[in-house]
């Protein structure tokens, strides 16, 4: 069973910044993708971003592009999400996914296992 635990999330105010942080089952870790993805209740998931583990290649959907920055560190099997800038419309629960099994990979049925999420709330 893959496991994924986010974490990081919490409350700042506009123009703050929060990192998150989703470890991976080290099993699972190499060679794949993990990706972002953040919702609010009563809306689809929104995919943010995607690293590809095996060589760092990284993608944005235009809602965050140069404001969140994708890393990883292969030691701690870990995936981080640099959010900067924030703003209220960030307000979500956001999630990390991983097993890509093709497609777009905004798309969250795209991947097949998911973290429980983190809270991140953005005050005006």
């Known amino acids: 069973q893959v496991k994924l635990a986010e974490s990081g999330g919490g409350s700042v105010q506009a123009g703050g910044s929060l990192r998150l942080s989703c470890v991976v089952n080290?099993?699972?870790?190499?060679?794949?993708?993990v990706a972002w993805f953040r919702q609010n209740p009563g809306k689809e998931r929104e995919g943010l971003a995607v690293?590809?583990?095996?060589?760092?290649?990284?993608y944005y959907d235009e809602a965050v592009k140069g404001r969140f920055t994708v890393s990883q560190d292969n030691a701690k099997h870990t995936v981080y999400l640099q959010m900067n800038n924030l703003k209220p419309e960030d307000t979500a629960m956001y999630y990390c996914?991983?097993?890509?099994?093709?497609?777009?990979?905004?798309?969250?049925?795209?991947?097949?296992?998911w973290g429980q999420g983190t809270q991140v709330t953005v005050s005006s």
């Open positions: 996914a991983t097993e890509f099994t093709g497609g777009r990979w905004q798309e969250d049925r795209n991947f097949h296992f």
């Open positions: 080290e099993y699972t870790y190499s060679n794949n993708w």
């Open positions: 690293i590809y583990i095996e060589n760092g290649k990284s």
